[in-house]
């Protein structure tokens, strides 16, 4: 990570100059975003692996449904009370320290997850699991407008957000193949071997981030003084017209808070799918567990490319509402097919992988929103309050669906709830003025 690519160095010409602007951004991408990529890959992976070792810790451990729903979800209540004030703390001591310490406490305690026994330690686990990474999200979010206008931030968003498909694609096979290969081992079950194995990675890419992460533009050793001139310039141009939040009036915004809700329903579908999408298959036939976690990287592979895609048009086009809003409602529809295909599992595979298209698309485009309104330590409390709103869907999320699961033996009435849900978001960022949000 600490060579510039060789086909993306910043060439010597004028500052000004638009081939020199955009290979200086090209040679910022290369460096920061791979690596960010890599953080929340493996951050997500700790988040949402408990999905998979479902298929076999309730077994072991004799947990219904909605201790189930109720531990994956009280994650996001850790998360939502830490989450305003690490934020604060990363716009105050800087990204590289605060995200190491994110990463590598939380690693731990997620490899501390294989001890878990009982209901009460599982629901206690996933609530330190949460309080350690609350922060991390909305600290990238705004690390990222450090380095990029918001003409050019849609794209990297939706880049760095591609982690989240990328960990369906990597980490369903890798969960899948442990589980199955490693259980007995030494007298441990495959879902603790799974924990273990998985919690490793973010502590040593958090000692990483040490090394190779820098908090701004100036400490940027990498870049020419030229190239450093240029992005300052980019960034305190847009800092004029948009100009410092006060904290108090950015938690005060009644724009911060629809944010916050329409990134509520968006994130109802999200975890409905991390949380849910092993089950959802293993109901339509598929019964052994590599398999289950195999046909899972389907959806996510194809959510890469819609990612990328839909966010290169959105930039393109000076775009925001609509960019959001129609993947939000794809993601509706593919929810509500995968009911009505559900003993078929071709179609109800293709049904979630449109689900699943949908809502990866959504979310990183919808953060081109806040952060075009947002702006100084402002940004920081309002991209965490956002953020926390949100996240308070993966609490409700597992835990509705599985109590609905419960109540009525099928996944039906909770995906038909989350379709609902993707479609109010849908209709709320229609509601947000273009002239906002457009640039």
């Known amino acids: 990570m600490n060579a510039a690519h060789p086909a993306m160095t910043a060439p010597e010409s004028p500052p000004g100059d638009a081939a020199f602007e955009a290979a200086t951004y090209r040679k910022v991408s290369w460096r920061l975003i791979p690596f960010l990529l890599l953080c929340y890959v493996v951050a997500y992976l700790d988040r949402v692996n408990v999905g998979f070792a479902k298929l076999q810790m309730l077994g072991d451990l004799k947990f219904s449904e909605t201790v189930?729903?109720?531990?994956?979800?009280?994650f996001f209540l850790?998360?939502?009370?830490?989450?305003?004030?690490?934020?604060?703390?990363?716009?105050?001591?800087?990204?590289?320290?605060?995200?190491?310490?994110?990463?590598?406490?939380?690693?731990?305690i997620s490899a501390l997850m294989m001890f878990v026994a009982?209901?009460?330690?599982?629901?206690?686990?996933?609530?330190?699991?949460?309080?350690?990474?609350?922060?991390?999200?909305?600290?990238?979010?705004?690390?990222?407008?450090?380095?990029?206008?918001?003409?050019?931030?849609?794209?990297?968003?939706?880049?760095?957000?591609?982690?989240?498909?990328?960990?369906?694609?990597?980490?369903?096979?890798?969960?899948?193949?442990?589980?199955?290969d490693l259980a007995g081992a030494y007298g441990w079950a495959g879902w603790q071997w799974m924990f273990l194995i998985e919690g490793v990675p973010s502590v040593v890419v958090g000692l990483a981030v040490l090394a190779l992460l820098d908090d701004r533009i100036v400490a940027a050793r990498w870049l020419?003084?030229?190239?450093?001139?240029?992005?300052?310039?980019?960034?305190?141009?847009?800092?004029?017209?948009?100009?410092?939040?006060p904290i108090g009036a950015a938690l005060g915004d009644g724009r911060v808070w629809l944010m916050g809700l329409i990134y509520f329903s968006f994130v109802m579908?999200?975890?409905?799918?991390?949380?849910?999408?092993?089950?959802?298959?293993k109901a339509t036939g598929v019964k052994?567990?590599?398999?289950?976690?195999?046909?899972?990287?389907?959806?996510?592979?194809?959510?890469?490319?819609?990612?990328?895609?839909?966010?290169?048009?959105?930039?393109?086009r000076a775009e925001r509402r609509w960019h959001v809003a129609l993947p939000g409602f794809a993601g509706a529809i593919g929810l509500v097919l995968s009911v009505a295909w559900h003993a078929d599992t071709a179609l109800a595979l293709g049904a979630l992988t449109l689900a699943t298209m949908g809502?990866?698309?959504?979310?990183?485009?919808?953060?081109?929103?806040?952060?075009?309104?947002?702006?100084?330590?402002?940004?920081?409390?309002?991209?965490?309050?956002?953020?926390?709103l949100g996240n308070?869907?993966?609490?409700?999320?597992?835990?509705?669906?599985?109590?609905?699961k419960d109540a009525t033996q099928s996944t039906d009435a909770g995906m038909y709830l989350l379709a609902a849900s993707l479609l109010a978001g849908g209709l709320l960022t229609l509601a947000v003025p273009a002239r906002l949000v457009n640039r």
């Open 68 to 74: 189930y729903g109720l531990g994956a979800g009280i």
């Open 78 to 108: 850790g998360y939502f009370i830490f989450e305003v004030p690490s934020n604060l703390v990363l716009h105050r001591v800087g990204a590289r320290v605060w995200i190491a310490r994110i990463m590598i406490t939380w690693g731990v």
């Open 118 to 180: 009982t209901p009460t330690q599982f629901y206690l686990m996933r609530f330190v699991l949460g309080a350690a990474e609350a922060g991390f999200f909305p600290g990238i979010i705004l690390y990222l407008t450090y380095w990029y206008p918001a003409r050019r931030r849609a794209r990297v968003t939706a880049l760095f957000m591609t982690a989240i498909a990328v960990s369906g694609v990597v980490g369903g096979p890798l969960s899948g193949f442990i589980m199955k």
């Open 224 to 245: 020419d003084a030229g190239a450093k001139a240029l992005l300052q310039r980019s960034i305190e141009a847009e800092q004029r017209v948009q100009p410092e939040t």
């Open 269 to 281: 579908g999200l975890y409905g799918i991390g949380f849910w999408l092993p089950t959802l298959i």
């Open 288 to 316: 052994d567990v590599l398999d289950i976690s195999l046909l899972t990287a389907i959806p996510y592979a194809f959510a890469v490319v819609a990612m990328i895609v839909i966010a290169r048009s959105a930039d393109h």
């Open 359 to 388: 809502i990866m698309t959504a979310l990183p485009l919808f953060w081109s929103l806040p952060t075009a309104i947002l702006g100084g330590s402002g940004a920081a409390a309002g991209i965490a309050l956002i953020n926390s």
């Open 392 to 404: 308070l869907a993966g609490f409700a999320s597992p835990y509705a669906v599985g109590w609905l």
